[in-house]
């Protein structure tokens, strides 16, 4: 009888542990080859929210599904407001979901996580000093874009969403241009949060190894010493130290050139990446990258882990981490030489233990060609050759401020979603500045992302030039700590600059010109009159045949150096104030 009693009670406490779980059971463990709908994954934290006062769910803005981008707040003592929070010290760690709904994985970690750490009081009691913002699916569009074929190449789950949005953008490459209003949301949201810690949970593709999980860490070459010193030296070793301690073992993204024993390279994050952009803010970012090939209950478990873990580090290293980071601000305010448009630094390299398979080749059954392939019966561990460190090919000298004209709205608007302070000309004035004049850039031949986009930037910059800005022009003085993000945008030769994006390119074709027959008479005269401009054509054609066979090239040359010639084509029209004069600024 006491065996019947005792098994009944035994039953009976774990059917109440089941049954109180079971209501908030997530699709994915219910049945592991599943991965949330939008409306599951929305439901299940609004559930837990009207459960407990610590969680907070919220619409924080538009996508263009015409659905609401959410955000979930897990916040201990019900302080929802990021301001009083880091009044008191508290950190706060970011967690961005389904950017390629493809890659659902973090949509189901996250939501165990957050009931996890709100029913567990072990789990709780390591978020006295964190705050959680989760943002349950980002690409929403590509949610309800649901399907079970787009992802050849992985391992479940059963069903999934499509990587394009409802524009069919990928979003990881949206966060400057911002053309979706997911990313201007999520803009305004990371701003309102300004994190501490940044995880874009993604599964990769590319070549095969034993790890389930790969990590694309925040390039350090390109971080505020001081911060990248943090990362590398103490946040980095434990990551991959308690990862492996639950059986999670990682090592840095597989960026390989033909296959991973020839040795792997650090991803460069530019800012169009979720993780580039984070950096712009001095905020630590990470892309947790799962392996395809992998079962996706693993996937889910691993980034459920690296979740859990990264919270107890911030945890554990809070006090180091919140002085660096402050450091890395004060640093960033002042910082006179901001270099970009990095490059793989091929001198420096170093050794880390690899677990791969051996790769090799053999005749593919479709094209009769050489395929490779790995075998997964040949297992190895090796050291292979990791090149992880960066190098800038230019570096821009901060002016005392940018000045913009406020026809460029689209511009203004962006610098706003991001925090930045912008003054106005209080009067119209004609300024003393240092311009830009675009000499040459190569434009992409095929649309990339919406966009023809500009790179190999060459500019000459014209020291001050008297130009007449207006009552309402912007001002943004760089004295903020959102210096590197104005710099990388503003400078136009910035690989991910507002130019480069072709936000300028209105510039770039002239407005007015002449008419061959007209002219003929004005450019005589101008070379009766002006003998060096006579000098310097006869130069010319000596040295160009094919210019000195062509009147019109001679009449546009002629043209372009007399005061007919527009003043502002190809002059990019932001200017760098340098000088110490007080400008009129509205108050």
């Not at 994985?105 to 996580?113: F, H, I, K, R, T």
């Not at 610098?415 to 190569?442: C, H, P």
């Amino acid at each position: 009888m006491r065996v019947v009693s005792l098994l009944f009670c035994t039953f009976f406490l774990f059917g109440n542990l089941f049954a109180q779980k079971s209501k908030f059971m997530t699709p994915f463990e219910k049945t592991p080859n599943t991965t949330s709908t939008y409306q599951e994954a929305i439901r299940f934290y609004e559930k837990l929210a009207k459960e407990y006062d610590q969680l907070q769910v919220n619409e924080v803005g538009m996508t263009d599904s015409g659905h609401p981008l959410h955000e979930v707040v897990l916040s201990t003592d019900g302080d929802f407001d990021p301001v009083s929070l880091k009044e008191k010290g508290r950190m706060i760690l970011f967690i961005n979901n389904a950017i390629h709904p493809g890659e659902p994985c973090g949509v189901d970690a996250s939501m165990m996580l957050i009931r996890d750490y709100l029913e567990m009081k072990n789990k709780g009691s390591q978020l006295q000093h964190i705050v959680i913002v989760v943002i349950p699916i980002y690409n929403i569009g590509g949610a309800l874009n649901r399907n079970s074929v787009t992802r050849a190449n992985q391992n479940g789950p059963l069903s999934y969403g499509f990587r394009g949005n409802a524009k069919n953008l990928d979003l990881n490459r949206d966060f400057i241009k911002c053309d979706s209003r997911n990313a201007q949301t999520f803009n305004q949201l990371f701003t309102k949060w300004n994190p501490d810690v940044f995880v874009d949970n993604h599964t990769s593709n590319g070549a095969d190894y034993q790890y389930t999980m790969t990590l694309i860490a925040t390039q350090h070459s390109k971080m505020d010493p001081t911060l990248a010193g943090y990362m590398n030296d103490k946040m980095l070793p434990k990551l991959y130290k308690e990862m492996a301690n639950r059986k999670w073992e990682m090592t840095p993204y597989v960026f390989s050139r033909e296959k991973p024993d020839d040795g792997i390279a650090a991803f460069m994050d530019s800012p169009r990446y979720s993780s580039g952009y984070a950096a712009l803010f001095n905020c630590i970012s990470f892309m947790p990258e799962t392996h395809m090939f992998k079962p996706f209950e693993d996937r889910v478990k691993s980034t459920y882990a690296f979740l859990d873990i990264m919270i107890g580090t911030m945890q554990d290293q809070r006090a180091v981490l919140q002085v660096a980071r402050k450091e890395a601000i004060a640093n960033t305010k002042s910082k006179i030489y901001f270099p970009f448009n990095w490059e793989l630094d091929q001198t420096q390299s170093e050794k880390i233990s690899f677990k791969g398979y051996e790769a090799g080749y053999k005749k593919s059954e479709v094209t009769g060609k050489d395929r490779l392939f790995y075998d997964r019966n040949k297992p190895f561990t090796k050291d292979i050759p990791y090149l992880r460190h960066y190098k800038s090919k230019i570096t821009a000298t901060r002016p005392m401020a940018y000045i913009i004209p406020q026809g460029y709205h689209e511009v203004i608007d962006r610098l706003k979603w991001n925090g930045v302070k912008l003054e106005r000309l209080s009067e119209d004035i004609n300024m003393q500045v240092d311009l830009y004049r675009i000499q040459d850039f190569k434009t992409s031949e095929t649309a990339y992302e919406g966009h023809y986009l500009h790179r190999n930037i060459e500019v000459d910059t014209l020291k001050q030039i008297e130009w007449p800005f207006y009552e309402g022009d912007y001002v943004v003085f760089t004295n903020q700590s959102t210096n590197r993000y104005i710099v990388e945008t503003l400078e136009p030769q910035a690989s991910d600059s507002y130019f480069a994006w072709n936000f300028f390119d209105g510039i770039l074709m002239q407005k007015e010109y002449f008419s061959s027959y007209v002219f003929e008479d004005l450019a005589a005269e101008y070379l009766k009159t002006n003998p060096d401009l006579k000098a310097k054509l006869e130069t010319k054609k000596m040295a160009d045949p094919k210019f000195a066979d062509n009147a019109r090239a001679q009449l546009d040359f002629i043209y372009r150096n007399t005061d007919h010639y527009e003043r502002t084509h190809r002059v990019y029209p932001v200017a760098r104030f340098v000088y110490d004069f007080r400008l009129p600024i509205e108050k």
